[in-house]
């Protein structure tokens, strides 16, 4: 749906070109402190795992509770590996984006606000299938902690406004954006104490040097 949106894009502003700064996405949020780090660090994006499989799985009954309140300038994205459409439509209650990560067929994953995880290692060719917002490329199954191929995702970046996912840390995310160039950045496990529990010095400093 939208072309491309690195982070080398550049806006006139006084006269100078400036990079825009990337978007920043946390996920595998799983309380509400961590939730509240995350938005006074500055994350653009709060990522809520709804797959029941995941060690950050989010139940029903703690949705609200762990997004009301948000700041509007900060997005809940709902994660989801095949939901049904019935799920789907539940979500769309609470959430301002839904993540897909499993085999959804293009009519399902599909719109504004609806964004694709996608692999790359077997080529580009699902890109084309989706008429989504945005692509999330990872390695492997969300929260895996696996680093992609950089190269790989900087020619997705150059055609698609993407997010890169997978094995990004406060100490290599800056160079993934200069290297990449992407629209955004995703992490879970690299910002941890343990599953799903939030380290809120390495949330400012992952937020810090993502945006430099």
Not at 117 to 143: N, S, T, Y
């Amino acid at each position: 749906m939208s072309d491309r949106g690195n982070a080398d894009a550049r806006r006139t502003a006084g006269g100078k070109a400036v990079r825009t700064p990337v978007k920043v996405k946390i996920c595998g949020l799983t309380r509400r402190e961590d939730v509240e780090s995350a938005v006074e660090a500055g994350a653009d994006y709060l990522g809520f795992v709804l797959v029941p499989e995941s060690k950050r799985y989010v139940p029903p009954e703690r949705w609200r509770n762990l997004t009301e309140g948000v700041p509007e300038r900060v997005k809940c994205v709902a994660v989801v590996a095949d939901p049904a459409r019935e799920e789907v439509a539940e979500m769309w209650n609470i959430f301002d984006i839904i993540q897909f990560h499993g085999s959804e067929t293009p009519e399902l994953a599909r719109g504004n606000n609806c964004w694709k995880a996608l692999h790359l290692e077997h080529g580009f060719e699902r890109m084309k299938q989706f008429d989504v917002e945005h692509f999330v490329i990872d390695a492997a199954a969300g929260g895996s902690g696996r680093r992609c191929d950089w190269n790989l995702a900087a020619a997705a970046a150059k055609e698609h406004e993407i997010l890169l996912a997978g094995g990004l840390t406060p100490e290599n995310v800056a160079e993934a954006v200069r290297r990449v160039g992407p629209w955004g950045v995703d992490v879970s496990g690299g910002v941890e104490s343990s599953p799903g529990i939030k380290s809120k010095e390495k949330l400012l400093k992952f937020i810090k040097e993502a945006k430099q």
